[in-house]
C-alpha cells in the first residue's frame, strides 16, 4: 500500500490560493488519489478524488502529473473556515482495503 | 440521508468494563471500516471489513474485536478497555473498498479511566 507524505502544517491569509501537496512514490496502477478535510472533533469528509492529470469541483482543484508520484490538491480563496486538517489518501477501489491516512496537513488559514 | 450513525458520541468507562461502540450505515456499503485518532498521529485504522462475515485487521487491532453479521453494522468491541485506548474513534464505510470515498461518522470520543 502507497504511502503518502504531506507538509505537517501551512499557514495562508484569506482569499489567497493554497496548494498543499502529497507525496505517494509507491503508487501502484489502479491506485486513486484522494484529498479529505477534517475539522476538530468531526469525521473526515471527502473532498476530491482523482486518476490522472486535473480534476476540479465546486470546492477544489487536484493536478496530477504524468508520473503520478505526487499529486496537489488546490483550494482557491481560502477564507476562515477552511482551516482544518488534510489528509492525502491513495489506494484502489477494488483491493486497497487497507487505509493509511498519515498525519495530514495542518492549514491554517488567518484574516 | 446516506449517512453513517455511530453511538455513543463520548463515553467514560474504567479499565476492564467491556463496552461496544456502534457504527450503522444506510447506503448499502460493501465497506466498513474503524479508526482512532490521537494527538499528532493523525487517523489509524483498527479493523476493516470488505462484507458481511469478512473482517480484517488495520494497523493497530490489538485489545478491539470487531463483528459484521448484517451489511449495515459494524460495532466495535472492547473486551477489556485500558488508558491507552482512550481516544477518538471514527467508523467509515464505502461502497466497495479502501479507496473509494469514505464516508465517516461523527466520531466517539472515549475515555477509559
Known amino acids: 500500500l502507497a504511502k503518502t507524505t504531506q507538509p505537517i502544517s501551512m499557514d495562508s491569509y484569506e482569499g489567497q490560493e493554497v496548494n498543499i501537496t502529497c507525496s505517494h512514490n509507491?503508487?501502484?496502477?489502479?491506485?486513486?488519489i484522494t484529498w479529505y478535510q477534517q475539522f476538530p472533533s468531526q469525521g473526515p469528509r471527502f473532498i476530491i478524488q482523482g486518476y490522472k492529470t486535473k480534476v476540479t469541483n465546486e470546492v477544489a482543484s487536484l493536478f496530477i502529473p504524468a508520473d503520478r508520484k505526487s499529486s496537489t490538491l488546490s483550494l482557491p480563496r481560502v477564507s476562515l473556515s477552511d482551516t482544518a486538517v488534510y489528509y492525502c489518501?491513495?489506494?484502489?477501489?477494488?483491493?486497497?482495503?487497507?487505509?493509511?491516512f498519515g498525519a495530514g496537513t495542518r492549514l491554517f488559514v488567518k484574516a | 440521508e446516506a449517512q453513517v450513525t455511530q453511538n455513543p458520541r463520548y463515553l467514560i468507562t474504567v479499565t476492564g468494563k467491556k463496552l461496544t461502540v456502534t457504527c450503522s450505515q444506510n447506503?448499502?456499503?460493501?465497506?466498513m471500516s474503524w479508526y482512532r485518532q490521537d494527538p499528532g498521529l493523525g487517523l489509524r485504522q483498527i479493523y476493516y471489513s470488505m462484507n458481511v462475515e469478512v473482517t480484517d485487521k488495520g494497523d493497530v487491532p490489538e485489545g478491539y474485536k470487531v463483528s459484521r453479521k448484517e451489511k449495515r453494522n459494524f460495532p466495535l468491541i472492547l473486551e477489556s478497555p485500558s488508558p491507552n485506548q482512550t481516544s477518538l474513534y471514527f467508523c467509515?464505510?464505502?461502497?466497495?473498498?479502501?479507496?473509494?470515498?469514505?464516508?465517516f461518522g461523527s466520531g466517539t470520543q472515549l475515555s477509559v479511566l
Open positions: 467509515a464505510s464505502s461502497l466497495v473498498g479502501g479507496g473509494e470515498k469514505l464516508f
Open positions: 489518501l491513495v489506494g484502489d477501489h477494488t483491493g486497497g482495503f487497507k487505509t493509511i
Open positions: 447506503m448499502n456499503h460493501e465497506y
Open positions: 509507491n503508487i501502484a496502477t489502479n491506485d486513486y
